[in-house]
């Protein structure tokens, strides 16, 4: 059984550009949910995608985009980057017939830096 | 608005003590909670999830409960090892069931 997986590992981009972060939920999972945690804080919720359309959202702002593939792998776009920005983005997902939360499983993360 | 507190926020012990990690929540009407392990830049780990109806649920030396009506959960490490250090994460699900919520976590360091 393949676990989650993200990519890049690293990434570091300057204010105002745009980046694209990829995760491949584990087999078996349909549900994907994208969080960023900055240092010294627990994650926070960026929004859940489930059958390709957005099934909830935090307190983040239209700039934090997403996508969901038939194949269940997601993407998390963010735009006009900030510093603030600057943080791990971990991808969690999940097997569920509703879209409601059950055991979730997250990946390595991406490191972003923003300069 | 499901509100998640972990103490202590950071714990030092001696290899081999036994430990309790203490985590408080808002709203009660969780249908389970996770626990989590967390390694310095790295991602989660699960540890163990606690459904409901269940009181306590185990893995090895690690033991969690869940008590929905004060609002706490714990996890219990028997006999820490240098291996266990960590920030250790506890997270409960949204009102909407949507999102987990979060602790900032208790960081767990044992010395040989």
């Known amino acids: 059984e393949t676990g989650v997986t993200q990519s890049p590992t690293h990434l570091i981009k300057t204010r105002g550009q745009q980046v694209t972060l990829r995760c491949s939920s584990q087999?078996?999972?349909?549900?994907v949910s994208w969080y960023q945690q900055a240092l010294g804080q627990g994650p926070q919720f960026i929004f859940q995608?489930?059958?390709?359309?957005?099934?909830g959202r935090g307190n983040f702002p239209p700039r934090f985009s997403g996508l969901q593939f038939p194949n269940y792998s997601s993407e998390l776009n963010v735009n006009a980057l900030e510093l603030d920005d600057s943080a791990l983005y971990l991808c969690?997902?999940?097997?569920?017939?509703?879209?409601?939360?059950?055991?979730?499983?997250f990946g390595p993360g991406t490191r972003l830096t923003v300069l | 608005k499901q509100e998640v507190t972990q103490i202590p926020a950071a714990l030092s012990v001696p290899e081999g003590e036994n430990l309790v990690l203490n985590c408080s929540f808002t709203?009660?009407?969780?249908?389970?909670l996770q626990w989590f392990r967390q390694d310095p830049g790295k991602g989660l780990t699960s540890l163990l999830l606690?459904?409901?109806?269940?009181r306590e649920q185990t893995s090895g030396r690690l033991n969690a409960s869940l008590d929905k009506s004060s609002g706490r959960s714990t996890l219990y490490i028997a006999a820490s090892q240098p291996g266990d250090s960590a920030t250790y994460l506890c997270?409960?699900?949204?009102?909407?069931?949507?999102?987990?919520?979060f602790g900032k976590g208790t960081t767990l360091s044992v010395s040989s």
């Open positions: 969690a997902s999940s097997k569920s017939g509703t879209g409601g939360i059950n055991e979730q499983f």
């Open positions: 087999s078996g999972h349909n549900t």
């Open positions: 995608y489930y059958r390709e359309e957005e099934n």
């Open positions: 709203d009660s009407a969780i249908y389970n």
């Open positions: 606690i459904q409901s109806s269940q």
């Open positions: 997270a409960a699900p949204n009102q909407a069931g949507t999102a987990l919520i």
